[in-house]
C-alpha cells in the first residue's frame, strides 16, 4: 500500500467518522477521532452485517483494502450513541439527536420493503440496494434538517 493509498483511507475513514458524528450529535474529539470512528465503526458495522446475513453495501477499495462505506457509517453511529448512554452517569451527556417521527417511520417502511426485496418476497422495479440507500439518505437528511 502506497502513501497517497494510505492518506485516502485515511480521508474516507474521516468522513465517515463525522458523518457518524453528524448523525448521531457528537461534535468532540476533532479530526483523529473521526478517523477512529471511521475505522472502528467499519469493523464493527461489517461484523454486525455478517452476523445478519447482510449484503456490503457501497464498498470502496483502495489498495486492496476494501472499505464498507454504508457499514462503517452504521457501525459508527452505533459506537457514538454506546459512548453517549455510558457518558450520561457521570454528569457528561452527549445527546443522540432523534429523527423525528416521520422521518423515522418513512426509513423503517423503506428498509422493511428492502429486506423483502432482497428476501424474494416482494418483486418491484427497484432493487433492494436503492431502497436501502433512499432510506439511509431519508433519516441523514431528516436528521441535518432538524438540526439547523
Known sequence: MSVLELVLLLVIAAVVGLIAQSLAGYWRGGLLLAIVLGFVGALVGTWLA??????????????????????????????????????????????????SRVTLIVA???????????AGILSISVSAYVLMAVA??????????RGM
Request: glycine share 14%; no cysteine.
Open 50 to 99: 455478517r452476523s445478519l446475513g447482510l449484503p456490503e453495501v457501497l464498498t470502496v477499495s483502495v489498495g486492496g483494502v476494501s472499505f464498507p462505506i454504508v457499514w462503517a457509517i452504521i457501525g459508527a453511529v452505533l459506537l457514538v450513541g454506546l459512548v453517549s448512554l455510558a457518558g450520561r452517569g457521570r454528569g457528561r451527556w452527549w445527546g443522540i439527536t432523534p429523527p
Open 108 to 118: 423503517v417502511v423503506l428498509a422493511a420493503l428492502s429486506l423483502l426485496v432482497s
Open 136 to 145: 439511509f439518505l431519508v433519516l441523514l437528511l431528516g436528521n441535518l434538517i
